[in-house]
Nanobody, 116 residues
Framework: QVQLVESGGGLVQAGGSLRLSCVASGNIFSIRTMGWYRQAPEKQREFVARITSGGITNYADSVKGRFTISRDNAKTVSLQMNSLKSGDTAVYYC???????????WGQGTQVTVSS
């Protein structure tokens, strides 16, 4: 079992920056990947960024060059979001994949609102 707690969301003007953090607890040493997804109103949840235990990163095309994911330590992943756009407004969810079967765990979400 892994528990996830996100922080860092808020309201920012277009062009601004925010940094999200997610802290994991529980069976953290079985975490294979840590990442972020987001869900805008009336839209499906979508992939944002992921980092593997080996440090390999992947990004959605819509955020490449603007967002940076980092794994600060064994239990913390951060998402630095720069040059924010109104289209980035969503609830952001932390996600981890655990163990050989890559079982998913999710945080409760943190709201990011970008005003134009």
């Amino acid at each position: 079992q892994v528990q996830l707690v996100e922080s860092g969301g808020g309201l920012v003007q277009a062009g601004g920056s925010l940094r999200l953090s997610c802290v994991a607890s529980g069976n953290i040493f079985s975490i294979r990947t840590m990442g972020w997804y987001r869900q805008a109103p009336e839209k499906q949840r979508e992939f944002v960024a992921r980092i593997t235990s080996g440090g390999i990163t992947n990004y959605a095309d819509s955020v490449k060059g603007r967002f940076t994911i980092s794994r600060d330590n064994a239990k913390t992943v951060s998402l630095q979001m720069n040059s924010l756009k109104s289209g980035d407004t969503a609830v952001y969810y932390c996600n981890v994949e655990v163990g050989i079967r890559l079982q998913d765990y999710w945080g409760q979400g943190t709201q990011v609102t970008v005003s134009s």
